[in-house]
């Protein structure tokens, strides 16, 4: 009775096997016909995919990837013709023969019961991905049109996946070429619009080191470690990119606010004096070291010095005629408080004429500003605390009416 049940159980597990088989070999069957029932083909192979007699078998995963590779090959025969694909489906086929025929490699490299590698299905995988392979270009443009960020990154990454495979190791598909390059850009700039800097940032670093549109790399790069709060690595792509890149502005300008912003300001002095070495003539560098040295070291005197060098450029530099109107402005209040606490009538008018004697050199940077740009509620508050404190009550009227406008 014993050997009665064990032979049935035997039987059962062959049919198994051999119907899970028979579903396999159906599948390419139905993908290889004249009209094919691409549906019906994927619910077949699905079963056998999941089925313990059938998933670890290469010939059911390479079977998988064939029938959709089949059914992007019938768009794409439209395509060669003149007639309109349906490029979704497509597309979409084509993005899941990679996996696919990954796992068949995989499960084809392995020894028979002999211990011999003897693989069935590696060939035809080989010759489908090489002839693919230019086609992942275009459905990652495809995607990247249609603002499908993620499916276009796929799509760039399975192309150079594909190039990166050891089964095609010295062979051409595998050669680091111009497309290659490109794609690599555009998976990067893919990876930008995913929310996602680590995943951006490994992309570009990858891309960063073919000449492939580096300086736009670069500034992507410094970009994504700004989002992610990285100072650290931001700090050394900019100063990458300065070295790579040395006629580019971005990188000098960005270091130069970088250090500004970390209150290293001699560091940004020396930077700047980099930057006006290479463009003498440039008003606004000589704003921002004026600035650094108002608000970084707290010299006046310096600070005054490169404001009105940058208005001998730009007499018109609203910004730089603000910033030395400011200067003198502050040190009228601070010396009218200093003013206000002497208790000597005759030595609190004469510090307080000098306190006027600031707010009359602040005023006609102001006015000139005001003039420029009417509309700046700034000018106006600095004026009006200027006519106020030099009694100027007219203009002082006028300034409170524009304001009330």
């Known amino acids: 009775m014993k ?47 999941e089925n313990p007699e059938s998933k670890d078998d290469p010939k059911t995963w390479y079977v998988a990837g064939f029938i959709e590779d089949q059914q992007f090959s019938n768009e794409r025969t439209k395509q060669v013709l003149g007639q309109q694909p ?22 084809d490299q392995l020894p028979n019961k002999k211990g011999k590698v003897k693989p069935k299905f ?33 799509f760039f990454q399975q192309y150079l996946e594909i190039s990166d495979l050891p089964m095609f190791k010295g062979e051409q598909v595998a050669e680091k070429d111009s497309n290659y390059m490109t794609v690599q850009f555009y998976a990067a700039v893919a990876a930008t619009q995913l929310g996602d800097s680590q995943k951006a940032i490994a992309a570009l670093e990858r891309a960063k080191n073919t000449d492939y549109r580096a300086n736009d790399v670069y500034q992507y790069l410094c970009y994504e470690y700004e989002q992610a709060k990285d100072t650290v690595n931001l700090e050394k792509i900019l100063e990458e990119g300065r070295i790579k890149f040395p006629d580019e502005k971005y990188y000098l300008m960005s270091l130069i606010n970088n250090y500004i912003y970390s209150d290293r300001n001699e560091k940004a002095i020396e930077y700047l004096n980099t930057a006006i070495a290479k463009d003498p003539n440039n008003p606004e560098l000589y704003n921002v070291m004026g600035r650094v040295y108002e608000t970084g070291l707290k010299d006046y005197d310096n600070a005054e010095k490169f404001f009105r060098k940058a208005l001998e450029f730009n007499p018109d530099y ?80 006028a300034i409170e009416a524009e304001m009330n406008q």
Do not use: W
Request: net charge positive.
């Open 3 to 49: 050997r009665v049940l064990l032979t049935a159980a035997l039987c059962i597990a062959a049919s198994a096997s051999f119907a899970q088989k028979k579903a396999v070999n159906e599948a390419q069957s139905i993908a290889k016909g004249d009209k094919p029932d691409f549906t019906e083909a994927r619910t077949l192979i699905k079963g056998a995919l």
């Open 86 to 107: 349906n490029e979704p489906v497509m597309y979409e086929a084509l993005g899941n023969v990679l996996p696919y025929f990954k796992k068949a490699y995989e499960l």
């Open 122 to 154: 590696t060939k035809d995988i080989k010759g489908i991905l090489g002839a693919n392979h230019l086609y992942y270009i275009n459905g990652g443009a495809y995607y990247f049109d249609q603002k499908d960020y993620p499916k276009a990154y796929d």
């Open 318 to 397: 609203t910004d730089a005629l603000s910033n030395l109107g400011r200067i003198f402005y502050n040190q009228g209040v601070n010396k009218q408080g200093e003013a206000n606490m002497i208790n000597d009538s005759k030595q609190y008018q004469e510090e307080l004429a000098k306190a006027k004697d600031l707010f009359k050199k602040a005023l006609p940077y102001y006015e000139k500003a005001h003039q420029l740009k009417p509309e700046d509620k700034e000018y106006m508050t600095a004026l009006r605390g200027i006519y106020y404190n030099l009694n100027m009550g007219k203009e002082f009227d």
